[in-house]
């Protein structure tokens, strides 16, 4: 939102919880992270829901937003908000006419829904507003409540039964990018044995206009959702016996990818006789896609590590990180260097991990002594094409 539509709508920041009495509704929209253990870390929802409950008054609707598995809303958060003594009973409720029909007789002293956040950064064909908002209320009234809330922002609002089906929906979203992804990556590796093209192959599968959606392989999944949101379910699904095995198999395609793009690296270098101990690698792009200042679960970061592991000298450049911040995992001290040809042609290749649109391609490939593409950014380079490797 532009900052003079803030000013206008009276928008205000505090950091003070006691202010979350005046409030009429209240969204929750915290970061749910995987642990050491590879588990849901709930510690965010479950401290902001602490800090709601110790100022929760009646009649307030509680909306949780954070991607998580089916049951957090019943099962984390409402036991939390009930310590405050106000009850918001579990009931059944039906959806007709776009409508929530509910028995008249039940008694909410507050209302709790859940309605994921779909955001999708760096996006510019679809702005907020224009994304359906799907919603699941503990009750009817927690459900109708959210309804007129989002109604009067959303263009569309989609009911549904429960925060469990509203909370399973949207992992659904992001587990059918990460199996679909990784069935694509799987078929990049086999196709670059088999000296097939898998980029015109998607371009040809994508002209059928009906039971295709086009994914792309690269050299790995990144961000903070489809790396993350799926091992949630995974993670509750072992309370029912239930193996996960498309989550679990599209985490393994996925997760090898930053060393296949190494090992095609190294087997490039290796062509050219240069001896990966004192070989000196510039990776282009560290963001996790392109456009975006963000780098949570980035590949390009794995694959840095895993050059320098193999003693590769590696630098980067990326428009959106002067320097390198410190992560979770990695602290590589890291600034992004300037891009010249001169400094292009100083390294024994150049990787391009993420295909940022500023990038000038030509130039990069005229200039470089090898580069090698995990995008296919390179696509419509003509000249110099010898000094490719697509990977
Ligand atoms: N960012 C997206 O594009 C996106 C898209 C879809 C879903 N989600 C989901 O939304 C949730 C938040 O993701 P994000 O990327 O916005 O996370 P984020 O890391 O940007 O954090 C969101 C906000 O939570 C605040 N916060 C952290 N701990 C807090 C606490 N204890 N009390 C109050 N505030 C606290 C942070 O200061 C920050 O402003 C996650 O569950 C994510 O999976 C995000």
């Known amino acids: 939102m532009p900052r003079c539509s803030i000013v206008k709508h009276d928008f205000r920041f505090t950091v003070d919880f006691r202010k979350l ?130 109604g009067q922002v959303f263009k569309e609002v989609v009911l549904v039964s429960s925060t469990r089906t509203a909370e399973m929906a949207k992992l659904l979203e992001n587990i059918y990018r990460s199996v679909n992804i990784a069935l694509v990556n799987e078929l990049k590796c086999l196709c670059l044995r088999m000296g097939i093209d898998i980029w015109e192959v998607i371009e040809a599968a994508r002209t059928k206009p009906f039971g295709f959606t086009a994914f792309y392989p690269g050299p790995g999944l990144g961000g903070h959702c489809i790396p993350i949101d799926p091992f949630y379910l995974t993670w509750k699904a072992r309370e029912y016996g239930f193996p996960t095995r498309f989550i679990e198999l599209a985490g393994e395609v996925n997760t090898a990818m930053p060393d296949h793009v190494v090992a095609s690296l190294v087997e490039a270098l290796n062509r050219r006789q240069k001896c990966l101990l004192d070989a000196k690698v510039l990776i282009l792009g560290i963001a996790y896609k392109k456009d975006v200042d963000d780098l949570r679960e980035s590949p390009a970061l794995r694959i840095i590590q895993l050059l320098q592991a193999r003693g590769v000298k590696v630098d980067y450049h990326d428009p959106y990180f002067p320097q390198l911040p410190k992560t979770r995992h990695y602290d ?39 580069v090698v593409d995990t995008r296919n950014a390179t696509a419509d380079v003509t000249e110099n094409r010898e000094k490719i490797v697509r990977c």
């Open 21 to 150: 009495r005046d409030m009429d509704a209240i969204l929750i929209c915290v970061p749910t992270p995987l642990d050491e253990h590879r588990e849901p870390d709930l510690s965010f929802v479950r401290n902001t829901a602490e800090s709601i409950e110790a100022a929760l008054r009646p009649d307030q609707l509680i909306v949780l937003e954070s991607t998580t598995y089916p049951g957090t809303t019943e099962e984390v958060v409402l036991p939390i908000l009930e310590k405050s003594g106000l009850r918001c009973p579990i009931a059944p409720y039906t959806i007709c006419n776009a409508k929530t029909e509910f028995a008249s007789e039940l008694q909410a002293d507050f209302l709790l829904a859940f309605s994921p956040e779909r955001e999708d950064p760096g996006n510019k064909q679809f702005t907020t507003i224009q994304i359906p908002k799907v919603i699941g209320g503990v009750n009817g009234p927690s459900a109708a409540a959210a309804q007129l809330l989002y």
């Open 332 to 370: 590589f001290g890291l600034t992004s260097v300037e891009l010249t040809p001169n400094t292009l042609g100083k390294y024994d290749a150049v990787l391009i991990a993420t295909a940022h649109s500023c990038y000038d391609y030509p130039a990069i490939v005229r200039h470089a002594r090898l």
